[in-house]
């Protein structure tokens, strides 16, 4: 595979569609932090929103991108100065800044900012707002109230956020690779699975896949759960030999190319579900398509949220998890269904594993979202939730996960093999 970064093109286009989001006569600044950060735990780079507009993740770096009238966007780039020292332990400089014509010490920034203020009616300042990713501090919203204490100061996630939903086809290919990839890796990964076998020995096979194919590894911790684990959304242990009479959940995320991809699937230890839980894995299997089919341009999230929790509760009263008397309305989602089923089934998916696009964005194509609906029954000791990826098109949704096998017999196969 070729694991080559996307081109300058790709950030030289957002920074082009940011321009023309803004408001006329203001500008965004965004910042990377002082020191180096490591891959956060729910992205496949750090600060993803700079790497976005730069196609660089340098620490101690700035930006500022002008809403001109032609709505090209003047941009200009700060950059920390490589002094020997510092060349000594990180390297010469590279040509990472050759798409920004304006590059500068970061030494300027205030004086520019102060400078560029005269023309400038709204500041709309980056401070990342996704729940599941590292948060910056406050440093450069206070650093821009402190410089110009007299103009408005607005966010820039959300902007940011309705931007990063539509991907452009470079990213789409790349989720594509990642998720070709994990496909490949999950096939490594089943077939170390048997009785006695421990979660992190699975991690190790699916990670060595994943890094020789020149992957950066998981965007987030992995999950590798059996028996009564896999009832905890996001269990973190790994060393218990899995007996064969429980059945496994594989919950991995794979970067590539700066962009994540993000997959589970269940399967027994025994290489045979036992009836009961093979009962719901088909139940679940049935709700994956539903919910695949459910997400079409135009749509909220929480409307197929609904549809989703319906098809659920429909599955458990056919298995005989809930009883007539527990749901009022079939084709309203029941109070008793939250035992069964109690967290989101889709979430954005690109440069982070939960990508920060507005919960009220209607889907449109371009969009790529993972869909993972779930049965977790307490009272027998399992859950069963299975995840793909998808691209949504002018017409609905295409399955990028299509390579990896999702039906039960399917699975069984793969663990004979």
Not at 251 to 265: K, L, M, Q, S
Not at 358 to 369: C, M, Q, T
Request: charged share 25%; aromatic share 6%.
């Amino acid at each position: 595979m070729d694991s080559s970064p996307p081109g300058h093109g790709s950030s030289r286009e957002n920074r082009r569609r940011l321009a023309a989001s803004l408001p006329d006569g203001s500008m965004a600044v965004i910042a990377t932090g002082r020191y180096p950060q490591t891959c956060g735990p729910d992205s496949a780079a750090p600060w993803p929103d700079f790497f976005y507009l730069t196609g660089q993740r340098e620490p101690q770096s700035a930006l500022i991108v002008e809403a001109n009238p032609d709505r090209s966007g003047r941009t200009i780039l700060f950059a920390p100065s490589r002094d020997a020292r510092s060349a000594m332990w990180d390297g010469p400089p590279g040509n990472e800044h050759d798409d920004i014509a304006d590059v500068r010490s970061l030494a300027e920034f205030e004086p520019v900012l102060r400078a560029l203020a005269f023309s400038t009616s709204t500041i709309f300042v980056h401070s990342p707002e996704n729940p599941f990713a590292p948060q910056d501090d406050h440093a450069l919203a206070d650093l821009c109230r402190r410089v110009l204490p007299l103009h408005p100061i607005d966010r820039l996630a959300p902007l940011l956020g309705q931007l990063r939903a539509e991907k452009q086809p470079a990213e789409i290919e790349s989720v594509r690779a990642a998720n070709a990839l994990a496909a490949n890796a999950f096939r490594r990964a089943i077939g170390f699975v048997r009785p006695g076998v421990r979660g992190f020995e699975v991690k190790a096979e699916f990670l060595h896949e994943i890094t020789r194919h020149g992957s950066a590894g998981f965007c987030c911790p992995p999950i590798t759960a059996a028996g009564r684990e896999t009832l905890a959304l996001h269990w973190r242990g790994d060393r218990r030999a899995w007996p064969g009479d429980e059945t496994a959940l594989l919950d991995f995320t794979v970067e590539w190319n700066g962009v994540c991809a993000d997959v589970a699937r269940c399967l027994p230890v025994s290489g045979q579900f036992p009836s009961r839980q093979r009962a719901v894995y088909d139940a679940v299997v049935r709700v994956l398509h539903q919910a695949t089919a459910a997400l079409r341009p135009g749509r909220l999230l929480s409307e197929c949220q609904r549809d989703v929790e319906v098809a659920i509760q429909h599955e458990l009263l056919r298995i005989g998890l809930l009883k007539s008397g527990d749901v009022k309305d079939p084709a309203t989602p029941s109070a008793a269904l939250r035992g069964f089923f109690m967290h989101k089934a889709f979430h954005h998916i690109g440069m982070e594993v939960h990508d920060p696009v507005p919960a009220d964005l209607p889907l449109a194509p371009g969009h790529v979202l993972a869909v993972e609906p779930g049965i977790y029954v307490h009272d027998e000791g399992f859950g069963i939730r299975l995840e793909n990826n998808v691209l949504i098109t002018a017409v609905g949704a295409e399955n990028l996960t299509a390579s990896l096998p999702v039906e039960a017999g399917d699975i069984e196969d793969l663990l004979q093999l």
